[in-house]
């Protein structure tokens, strides 16, 4: 962790009180109250149905919480601090009739970004080549999620919310993504990452979230300095 | 952010969207033809008669073919679910809302252009009434439908049959634009009394209408 991030590490970054969210009667969020700290990568996981979908896009402002509220970076309202988070989605959030270079540069100009350099390094950041004239919608699924990895870290902010990032990725690209995921904590920025491949996060995760009916279960800390090994273990399961 | 950039850069990358695709371009276009054709064919008119009905027949077959456009302005945003990259991002949903109403504009302005001849040809049309009322019509006529044509569109994105709720929703607010439309053209046309009371009626709808869309646009844009 660079030293910034670590003079700032205390600070919650996110912080949610009893988070309650309804679809008609079904409660997907029950009641959540916690806070998550700047410069960690937090895995979420948990059954299908367990709510981390739900929680993330409530966390994005995608969805407006039935009761409760959330704070992120500080501010009550989402998009105050729009500008300081990246999301990816379970769909790639992508257009597949533009190229890649398209894609990222219509995507940037959203964050007041015009500087072609900066989608360039997204794609490269990711393995991907900027010059690829290949349209998105010809992409391997690999490839649309490191596309999709570009998109959602261009603009360099400082929370990011990844919803499944490997899902239908081989356990190579999945293991370069999570391994990309971990050096951008490494730059002070908070992650947090819903997903059913949990080993592919192990080596680079600080906390695992654990979900079940709504609620946040369990919290485990993971000391990284204790995997040394650096070996990213495990694959997709 | 500016707004203006938002929508520059939007509308741009959904004229390069269509120009890939012409999806939409082709459908309005084969749906108007087939109009213009089969009404020729079925009221075969005279030339005074063809002044007294032109009207009422070219706003139709626009109007129709507007609507298979208008289907279209969502549809790419909702495949890919890219929508949602554009609604977490700090961009003014208005400027989205006005890239969509100005590429529509522009996709109908074409297929006007385009089909405007062929309405001259087959139904024997010369105006007596001057030209360039007909132009000042056809726009205002034409901002009125994509305008709350866009807008509901948005509102019917999340709904099972959008496509048949979109005419369901959009016909019957656009009975005034579209009254203003059919009588000022047949008055233009046949050179039957001024326009001028339909043309401000217009006028006054596209702001009304213009003004209401932005306002409620962000609602739309986020509801669930």
């Known amino acids: ?237 | 952010m500016s707004g203006l950039n938002v929508t520059t850069r939007t509308l741009m990358k959904d004229l390069r969207m269509e120009w890939r695709s012409k999806d939409a371009i082709n459908s309005m276009l084969f749906f108007s033809l087939l109009v213009v054709v089969i009404f020729s064919f079925a009221f075969n008119p005279n030339a005074e008669e063809s002044r007294h009905i032109a009207g009422g027949l070219v706003w139709v077959a626009f109007l129709f073919a507007a609507v298979v456009a208008l289907n279209q302005t969502w549809a790419r945003e909702l495949r890919n679910q890219v929508l949602d990259a554009y609604r977490v991002s700090p961009a003014p949903p208005n400027a989205l809302f006005l890239a969509k109403v100005l590429g529509n504009f522009l996709f109908v302005v074409i297929l006007e252009a385009l089909m405007a001849p062929l309405f001259v040809v087959f139904y024997q049309l010369r105006s007596v009434g001057p030209v360039w009322q007909l132009v000042v019509v056809a726009l205002l006529g034409t901002w009125a439908l994509v305008v709350n044509g866009t807008f509901f569109a948005a509102l019917s994105i999340r709904t099972r049959n959008r496509e048949i709720m979109l005419p369901l929703i959009l016909f019957p607010i656009s009975i005034p634009a579209l009254l203003a439309m059919v009588d000022a053209t047949t008055m233009i046309l046949t050179g039957d009394g001024t326009p001028d009371f339909w043309l401000k009626m217009l006028l006054v709808y596209d702001v009304v209408f213009t003004l209401v869309c932005l306002l409620l646009f962000e609602s739309v844009l986020n509801a669930e």
């Open chain 1, 1 to 237: 962790m660079t030293g910034t991030a670590a003079e700032t590490s205390n600070q919650p970054v996110v912080i949610l009180q009893d988070l309650v969210k309804f679809f008609g009667r079904f409660a997907a969020l029950r009641g959540i109250s916690d806070s998550f700290v700047r410069g960690k990568l937090y895995v979420v996981v948990g059954d299908n149905g367990a709510g981390k979908s739900t929680l993330l896009r409530v966390v994005a402002g995608l969805m407006e919480p039935s009761q409760g509220s959330v704070t992120l970076l500080g501010a009550k309202n989402v998009r105050d601090v729009a500008q300081r988070i990246g999301y990816m989605g379970h769909a790639p959030l992508l257009y597949d009739e533009l190229n890649g270079m398209e894609n990222l540069r219509y995507f940037a100009g959203l964050y007041g970004i015009n500087d072609d350099a900066v989608c360039r390094a997204a794609m490269q950041q990711v393995g991907l080549d900027p010059e690829l004239e290949r349209r998105v919608g010809q992409y391997s699924q690999g490839m649309r999620q490191r596309l999709s990895l570009a998109r959602a870290v261009l603009h360099n902010p400082e929370l990011m919310l990844l919803d499944e990032p490997f899902s239908n990725v081989d356990v190579h690209s999945a293991r370069d993504m999570a391994a990309i995921l971990g050096r951008v904590r490494d730059q002070g920025k908070t992650i947090f990452v819903v997903t059913h491949q949990a080993p592919l996060m192990e080596p680079v995760a600080d906390e695992f979230v654990h979900m079940a009916a709504g609620q946040i279960v369990g919290r485990e800390a993971r000391n990284r300095s204790a995997q040394s090994a650096g070996v990213l273990r495990g694959g997709a399961q």
